[in-house]
């Protein structure tokens, strides 16, 4: 998705915003963009493609003289990935950049027009900036505030002016954060692309307008002003470097035993930090992609513990005409925070006056923010787009809760282990390269498991679609031959999750029922078998047991991916922070 920084202060913008963007780069993004400010003039350079054709087009510039600036990397939604709906749009007097969506750009568009604006691009962008023009007479606050009330959707913007010495910033429905420096001040979607320069922020409320000088910075809102405290954040600078790995997906799947480890020291002998899910009569958990088969794994987990359980996709539980049960905790699963239908689905169950529980990464983030109560799960920054250590932490907070109801030796045993084992699972990088070996050149794999086995195979097939563009589907074992068993064929890939003790013998019946049409198996299981391709994982506590398997099946689709020869950590078409509907 789209990212924003900006920046006001003693030094050239050039290199922070040049730095700033890279940062930001691992939300996916089709094109990006500079805006310099000197006294009276801007000076716009846009390219389309990776930020490394804007960075050789600025060195064939003359740049002007200033300190001040904004940058974005676009993410395309209103109109095709090229230079004219690049970021920063220049309207009249004003210039900016925004993340979101305006939902009624082409009405107010045409109004527009009729006034005789001309427009360059297809964007919804340049609606705003026009209309921020024409309102503009004395102050462009007031400009501002007069703007969105015309504006529908979300937006985060970045505005300056060749008029005035100033930059300002606003946001509605998405992230946007104002850093502060010494005498030096940043604007962005994400903290992670100003960690180099300051660890203090202050976050900015729904409209409310950031004006910085070179004195300084107001918030205000309506016109009046606000008072927001400066917060300082934990992330670790560290975190934003491939240290030696050839792709983040890879790097961020070997942190998963240490950020595991961390976790249950600081959990294990402090349960009372986890909320009490058993005093409520009825759980509902909500999230999108692998956020909701994380929450897939909740279900089965706090059913197991006689809890009521119901889960959703977040773009369907915002629509849903829910009844609410008295007594009902919604929790909603997001590593990002800024998932637009997991906050559309945690704003309606707070406006329901049901308890809110986010299981989140990113501790600046809306649903961070808004939610009744919170649990970090302290992931680092997680920059490759497809989710990997995140969704391991999300199952593992689950799995806190759920032990949490009913306790027992056997959990805190294994949980202790869990590090361990989960290492020695990933130094098998070898063994994981030859079953991609196996499996690369396939266009159809499926994978099967019951109960909480089949919430292990949604994630692994999701995994291996969305960084190898293998099609990959995953059933419930039950239920592949009431029509799906029809499409194995000879050679057609079948992966069977077989873990749970109720049900494995019935997996492997249904394995069984697809080999004998053709299929070639790979089980995943914690018993031995005679299956040629198997991965054995150590048996641990049934509610423990996801955070054993799920890695493997990550590797195994980082290796078909690399063997594909693909862009593993920004795959086609995939955004790391879905922060439009
Ligand atoms: C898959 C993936 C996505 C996200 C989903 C939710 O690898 O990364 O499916 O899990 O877009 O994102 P968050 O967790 O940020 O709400």
Redesign the pocket.
């Known amino acids: 998705m789209c990212g924003i920084i900006g920046y006001l202060g003693k030094r050239s913008p050039k290199d922070i915003l040049i730095e700033g963007l890279k940062k930001l780069e691992y939300r996916g993004y089709d094109s990006a963009g500079i805006a310099l400010k000197n006294e009276n003039k801007i000076q716009i350079i846009k390219s389309v493609g990776k930020i490394k054709y804007l960075e050789e087009k600025i060195e064939k510039e003359k740049l002007i003289d200033s300190h001040i600036g904004i940058a974005h990397t676009r993410w395309a939604t209103h109109g095709e990935p090229n230079l004219e709906n690049a970021h920063p749009h220049k309207i009249g007097r004003i210039t900016l950049v925004h993340n979101g969506i305006i939902e009624n750009a082409t009405i107010l568009k045409e109004k527009l027009e009729k006034e005789g604006i001309k427009f360059h691009s297809s964007t919804d962008t340049e609606v705003i900036a026009a209309l921020i023009d024409h309102y503009y007479n004395n102050s462009i606050e007031e400009a501002i505030t007069k703007s969105i009330k015309e504006l529908k959707g979300s937006y985060a913007l970045a505005i300056i002016s060749e008029e005035e010495d100033s930059l300002y910033a606003i946001r509605c429905e998405s992230p946007l954060i104002l850093g502060i420096g010494e005498k030096e001040y940043y604007v962005t979607s994400d903290i992670g692309a100003i960690i180099n320069q300051t660890r203090k922020y202050v976050l900015l409320g729904e409209n409310e307008i950031v004006k910085i000088t070179k004195d300084g910075y107001k918030i205000t809102k309506d016109g009046k002003k606000v008072e927001r405290k400066v917060e300082e954040s934990t992330l670790k600078e560290e975190e934003s470097g491939l240290l030696g790995y050839e792709h983040y997906m890879m790097k961020e799947i070997m942190e998963e035993p240490i950020l595991v480890e961390n976790i249950i020291k600081k959990y294990k002998d402090n349960l009372d930090k986890l909320p009490d899910i058993s005093k409520y009569k009825s759980i509902h958990i909500v999230?999108?992609?692998?956020?909701?088969y994380a929450a897939e794994v909740g279900k089965y987990l706090f059913e197991d513990d006689g809890i009521k359980v119901e889960v959703e996709v977040a773009s369907e539980y915002r629509y849903r005409n829910i009844i609410y049960e008295d007594n009902t905790l919604v929790i909603l699963?997001?590593?990002?925070?800024?998932?637009a239908d997991?906050i559309a689905a945690m704003r309606k169950a707070n406006e329901n006056k049901i308890d809110t529980l986010a299981i989140v990464?990113v501790e600046t983030s809306t649903i961070a923010r808004e939610c009744t109560y919170k649990l970090l799960i302290e992931a680092g920054r997680e920059v490759a787009?497809?989710?990997?250590k995140?969704?391991i932490l999300q199952v593992l907070f689950l799995s806190l809760l759920s032990y949490k109801v009913h306790q027992d030796d056997k959990y805190m045993k294994d949980l202790l282990s869990l590090p361990q084992q989960l290492k020695v699972l990933l130094d098998k990088s070898g063994f994981y390269k030859k079953l991609a070996d196996a499996i690369y050149k396939n266009e159809d794999v499926y994978f099967i498991g019951r109960r909480i086995d089949y919430a292990i195979s949604e994630e692994g097939s999701?995994?291996l679609k969305?960084v190898s563009y293998i099609h990959s589907d995953s059933y419930q074992a039950g239920e592949l031959k009431h029509g799906t068993i029809s499409l194995i064929n000879d050679g057609t890939i079948v992966f069977a999750i077989v873990t749970d003790e109720v049900t494995k013998d019935k997996t492997i019946s249904n394995l069984e029922e697809v080999i004998s049409r053709g299929a070639i198996p790979i089980y995943v299981g914690t018993d031995d078998c005679n299956y040629k391709n198997k991965i054995i994982i150590p048996k641990v506590h049934k509610k423990l047991q996801p955070i054993l398997v799920v890695p493997t099946l990550q590797m195994i689709a980082y290796y078909v991916a690399y063997k594909r020869g693909l862009e593993i950590d920004k795959p086609r078409n995939?955004a790391?922070?879905?922060t439009v509907e």
């Open positions: 999230g999108c992609g692998s956020a909701y699963i997001s590593q990002s925070g800024e998932t997991t990464n787009v497809a989710t990997t995140a969704y999701l995994k969305e995939l790391k922070s879905v």
